[in-house]
């Protein structure tokens, strides 16, 4: 890796869902002190940054979501103080730390949206987030047809008539970023958390932000310009945030949640005085399909050099179903943005976990940065069976029960012991973890993993520490060298081959000097239907 290059080019960067992570303090949520005392694990890991997921004071209506005052740390998760030491600790071990931002919404229990709702419609306390009166000679219709992102009317009318926006749960009110007192308040935030140190930010729902100020009905069909989503007028926001970031010391870096429809409009968000990284979800979504992930590694990589970008990938995160379970189907759906994954067919958990091995090299060895999801390193599956009193997603009520939601892939991880809550609460904690987990994860925990050389923890051990130390990985480019259908080969300067077999016949390994490392033992030169390999040439 160059050693000049800035280190949010090449970053590994793990995803702390922090109300599963650990639990420091019993209550069976986890926290900051938890998070503190596991210091030690990511940094064995081999991962360069954590991204933690909003750990703001917030009545939780979505997970945190919601944020309720950004200058404050919920106390379910600890305190400012706490967070600071935190962030000094993580540094302490050469760990960068990027919280999460949720600019797009407040929770209905901001001190803002407290005072829209005191004052009168029309005033200038609702003109912070978007108001409007309804429809019909009685106002009694939404404003227009826009729905939310969890199901249902995206508006909310209140008792005095007028109607309010929120593209999420009615907890969480859109702001409105054409008022010039939202943009300056982000602002104050953005420093107010970068002088107490963080590495940068996660931008929640980045292509969200501006609406069509007529906010007109959504068309049927297909639309060139959204109401509501990715409209160009955000890279103004985004331009004064880079502007922000540069002053202060140290490679400050943002990572934006957008999902746009094209790679080309996803590198608009990357351009040189625009964000430094997006998710490239594109990844994520792909198949198990060879020809599927190469189109999508090329055109990404492809359309981020136009703009001198580094890609990130991503396989799991906190919204969508575990890949472990998504590719221990046979058939492996493209999944689509605008629905709830539903996986076909029976799980064959052995092969999603060869699969998901095999994953894991193919993405850490592209060019680029890399996000790896709490859990994923424990080869952890979606928990698909959680009895439906425990949910607690609102995606589950907001669909009328129809979606289950995403509690599947936040279940508290497995750190020891034989049974629930496997180390993730101390031994005297007050409360049972906030969702249960499954009784057949002893053999998952980290301890029970750790030294076993077959385990997904010590794959994901030996490739993120390889991948530090080897300076054919992290940024730059790849070359893509012949290979039969089903099978992709590419390799990397100086010196570096990954094969990734995803056909069904074993193939014979290219050349090479040595195995790095690989997702199951090669016999006779040959790598079996499922497995990939990091090679030395
Ligand atoms: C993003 C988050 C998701 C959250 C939503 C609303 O998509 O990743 O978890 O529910 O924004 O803030």
Known sequence: MSTTAPWWRS?????????SFADGNGDGVGDIAGLRSRLPYLKSLGVDALWINPWYK????????????????DPLFGTVAEAEQLIEEAHGHGLRVIPDIVPNHTSDQHAWFRAALAARPGSPERERYVFRPGRGPDGTQPPNNWVSVFGGPAWTRLPDGDWYLHLFAPEQPDLNWQHPEVREEFESILRFWFSRGVDGFRIDVAHGLIKDPALPDLPPGPHARHPHWDRDEVHDIFRTWRRLAAEFDGDRAFVAEAWTD??????????EDGLHTAFNFDFLMASWDSKDLRTVIDDSLTLLSTVDAPAT???????????????????????????PYRPEGVLDPALGTRRARAAALLMLALPGGAYVYQGEELGLPEVEDLPESVLQD??????????????????????????????????????????????????RTAQ????????????????????????ALGDSTL?????????????????????????GEPYPLPEHTSVLVSSGPVQDGLLAPDHAAWLAR
């Open 58 to 73: 917030s009545p939780m209506a979505d997970g945190g979501y919601d944020v309720a005052d950004f200058r404050e740390i």
């Open 11 to 19: 970053a590994v960067i793990y995803q702390v869902y922090i109300r």
């Open 479 to 503: 070359t893509w060298l012949d290979s039969p259908e089903g099978v992709l080969v590419f390799s990397r300067t100086p010196g570096f081959t990954c094969v990734v077999n995803l056909s």
């Open 262 to 271: 094209t790679p080309e409009r996803l590198a608009a968000y990357v351009r």
């Open 313 to 339: 990938w991503v396989l799991s995160n906190h919204d969508v179903m575990r890949h472990a379970s998504r590719y221990g189907r046979k058939k492996v759906t493209r999944w689509s943005p605008t629905e």
């Open 394 to 443: 609102p995606i589950w009520e907001r669909s009328g029960h129809t979606d289950r939601g995403r509690d599947g892939c936040r279940v508290p991880l497995p750190w020891s012991g034989r049974s629930a809550p496997y180390g993730f609460s101390p031994d005297n904690a007050s409360a049972a973890p906030w969702l249960p987990q499954p009784a057949d994860w002893s053999e």
């Open 448 to 471: 029970a993993q750790t030294g076993d050389k077959a385990s997904m923890l010590e794959l994901y051990r030996t490739a993120l520490n390889l991948r530090r130390d080897h300076p």
